[in-house]
């Protein structure tokens, strides 16, 4: 289970959030142990829910097609990518084996276009393309300064709510009220994010949260960390330590549990 939430801001880049927490056992072993974002081209992050195994899969998969179809460096473009690859993801998840399709898979690509502009805007033209099994792959384009987001969290009312309201505009000019900071209006929702899991928590979904600021030739990840203060006492939100390859992830999973079946994220 997780909660991954992706938005597009009007000065050119793409926040994307990530939980950081795997269930297994049909939810009784629940740990904060894994990154869910990971760049798959110099202007581009995808990340998944659902089958951790088919997850690390399609990114590889996703991230070897872009380097097929470009030249050392070269900026992709995110809409083209989708069209071209979807009907390769889902080649590769009905080739799985069953116990793992019944986890599931859906998939975030975010990025920039290397060339375009929204209208007369100085910045370049952001996309968030979702996929998702149960769709066959088929990419959904997400409206521009539009939210969207996958996982179990993206069911949950507090977390639709929270998602609907930072689309409002007030909410949109505050968060870029941020901005005199690049990318400080992402880091904010990453903040506001965080509060509303501690606020409203659901099983399955981590607290922690995982940061991808994505722009034209760069990408930006971090945990959010910070203190807060309750009557006076300093409470330090650490990220732990988290895999982040699949490798690392198989030898965490082997070490915790050799019975109770696959990871979900």
Not at 34 to 59: R, T
Request: net charge positive; charged share 20%; proline share 5%.
């Amino acid at each position: 289970m997780t909660w991954i939430v992706a938005k597009s801001f009007m000065s050119g880049y793409v926040a994307v959030l990530s939980d950081v927490q795997v269930t297994w056992g049909n939810g009784k072993i629940r740990k904060d142990c894994l990154k869910k974002v990971y760049p798959v081209a110099p202007n581009m992050v995808a990340c998944f829910s659902g089958s951790v195994d088919i997850g690390f899969l399609l990114l590889s998969d996703l991230s070897n097609f872009i380097q097929s179809k470009t030249k050392p460096n070269e900026l992709a473009m995110p809409r083209h990518v989708a069209h071209e690859w979807y009907r390769r993801a889902n080649k590769i998840f009905a080739n799985q084996p069953k116990q793992q399709q019944k986890l599931g898979c859906s998939i975030i690509l975010a990025g920039t276009s290397p060339n375009e502009r929204l209208g007369d805007a100085p910045f370049e033209r952001t996309d968030i393309i979702v996929f998702r099994n149960k769709k066959q792959f088929l990419p959904v384009f997400v409206p521009q300064m539009k939210t969207a987001s996958i996982g179990s969290g993206s069911l949950f009312k507090a977390y639709i709510d929270f998602m609907n309201g930072v689309d409002e505009i007030k909410n949109m000019c505050s968060l870029m009220g941020a901005e005199n900071k690049p990318g400080g209006a992402g880091e904010q929702l990453a903040f506001l994010a965080s509060i509303i899991l501690q606020s409203n928590p659901k099983a399955g979904v981590s607290a922690n949260v995982h940061c991808a600021l994505v722009g034209t030739n760069y990408i930006e990840q971090f945990p959010l960390e910070f203190n807060s203060y309750v009557d006076d006492i300093k409470i330090e939100h650490k990220m732990p330590k988290v895999c982040e390859t699949y490798n690392e992830f198989k030898n965490f999973e082997n070490e915790l549990n050799k019975t109770i079946g696959a990871g979900v994220a």
